[in-house]
């Protein structure tokens, strides 16, 4: 006499136990991955945004935020949020202060509005704290929405286009002309030849998908650098490691969330929050469409989970002295090595956790080496143009205008702004007010009193 068969169901529990725990919170076997395949896949990514470590510290030192509290800053924000964005959403997404908000921190909010770093912390605070209202009400989906394709693409492109430009200030291959407003630099100077050593190398390791390839062309300049004798090389094993962890005592807590109300940012808020939005979100539905993890009706698993830990994130990020937090795009290597689940950004957190050792090391590291990483930004970005329509002229202006006032003015909100309501004024001009979503008219008045602001 035969056994009777065993449900399915009992199937399932008996398959699960099996599994073990780590294979049950991470549904590595329903994903089709392993604790091998995600381990893999974690260190790819960690590979291809291990530059972050040595960029954004860079870029926040230049906001007059002390040196070693930016780095700590930069890896603890990294390491704790991207574990609370693997735990609570299982997204196969490591995140970190972006480099287009962090430019955005320093160079217009800090350098531009002549706030202290204090007080734009205290503004990246309270775009968290909207951040997190927005996405738990769904406001944010309808606000994405409510913008125009077109629109979206432009402020990436823009964003790209201004982080170039940084990029090449830094390296010194564009500087100051008071005849041309600017010019190129002295080629004959060995920092700029070093940079444009770094810029060759670093496009060279992307055009052949080197794992890595950013960091490497970074630690190719800077010890090209060291051995002609132009910068100081490290001189014993304690400028190279140290078990001494970098402080987080002068970032922690320093935000000053009362200044940042008392000096009006509203628009400086609004164009945090504006700039979060689209590129996360975008980033994140990306990844998700890259690693399978998009359903027959086009629905994310756990992608509200996703965008609430990014939100909270920020917040989190802003009390220790980091910006406003961003999915990298470069999680996709670690997607395309088979990462599928949030254990995948675990180990990148460990890793990263790793670089602290090394934190000494990152101080050698001159600004020209890390220059051509912020211009291979630009060509990254570039990309999204490909999405603009341009048979509405109507579409076009505030397109142009978008992308080529945000390095112009120095300022990204400065280009939203004039995107934004020169969009909304041309559709309604034009007879063409149904192309408008009523959320566009809220936005442009938000970037219309941040005109009027100028002149008060």
């Known amino acids: 006499m035969s056994l009777p068969h065993k449900s399915l169901e009992e199937k399932k529990q008996m398959l699960a136990k099996k599994r073990g725990p780590i294979d049950h919170f991470f549904k590595l076997t329903e994903r089709g991955t392993d604790v091998k395949t995600e381990l893999i896949a974690g260190l790819t990514t960690f590979m291809s945004i291990s530059y972050i470590v040595i960029v954004i510290p860079s870029i926040l030192s230049e906001a007059g935020m002390p040196a070693e509290a930016a780095l700590a800053a930069t890896i603890y924000v990294s390491v704790i949020c991207t574990l609370v964005f693997a735990l609570w959403s299982n997204f196969p997404a490591a995140v970190a202060p972006g480099i287009g908000l962090v430019s955005f921190f320093t160079y217009t909010v800090v350098i531009g509005q002549g706030l202290t770093w204090q007080t734009a912390l205290g503004a990246v605070f309270i775009s968290g704290i909207i951040f997190t209202i927005l996405t738990v009400t769904g406001l944010r989906k309808k606000i994405i929405d409510a913008i125009p394709e077109s629109m979206k693409s432009a402020i990436t492109v823009g964003i790209g286009l201004f982080i170039s ?243 112009l003015t120095f300022s990204i909100a400065e280009g939203l702004a004039f995107g934004f309501v020169s969009f909304t004024l041309l559709k309604l001009l034009t007879g063409k007010r149904d192309e408008l979503h009523w959320m566009m008219y809220i936005i442009s008045l938000a970037f219309a009193i941040h005109f009027a602001s100028n002149f008060m």
Do not use: W
């Open 165 to 407: 430009f940084l990029g090449f200030k830094n390296a010194g291959i564009i500087v100051a002309n008071e005849a041309t407003i600017v010019s190129i630099g002295n080629l004959a100077n060995p920092g700029v030849l070093l940079a444009c050593f770094g810029l060759i190398a670093a496009a060279y390791f992307t055009a052949k998908n080197i794992k890595g390839g950013l960091l490497y062309a970074i630690l190719a300049t800077t010890a090209l650098s060291m051995i002609i004798g132009y910068e100081k090389a490290p001189s014993s094993f304690n400028d190279i490691v140290s078990f001494q962890l970098p402080s987080l005592s002068e970032t922690f807590m320093a935000m000053d969330i009362k200044s940042a109300f008392g000096y009006g940012i509203l628009t400086i808020i609004f164009s945090f929050t504006i700039v979060e939005l689209f590129d996360n979100t975008a980033t994140l539905i990306g990844l998700a469409k890259k690693g399978g993890l998009v359903d027959k009706e086009g629905n994310i698993e756990k992608i509200d989970r996703a965008l609430q830990a990014d939100a909270v994130g920020t917040m989190l990020s802003a009390t220790m002295g980091g910006t406003a937090l961003n999915a990298y795009a470069e999680n996709a290597t670690g997607v395309a090595a088979g990462g599928r689940t949030g254990l995948k950004a675990i180990f990148v957190a460990l890793f990263l956790a790793l670089a602290l050792v090394f934190a000494p090391l990152i101080g050698f590291i001159p600004t020209f080496a890390t220059a051509p990483i912020l211009i291979l930004v630009g060509a990254f970005m570039i990309s999204e143009i490909r999405n603009i329509s341009f048979d509405d002229f109507t579409t076009v202006v505030p397109v142009f205008l978008t992308i080529i006032l945000m390095p």
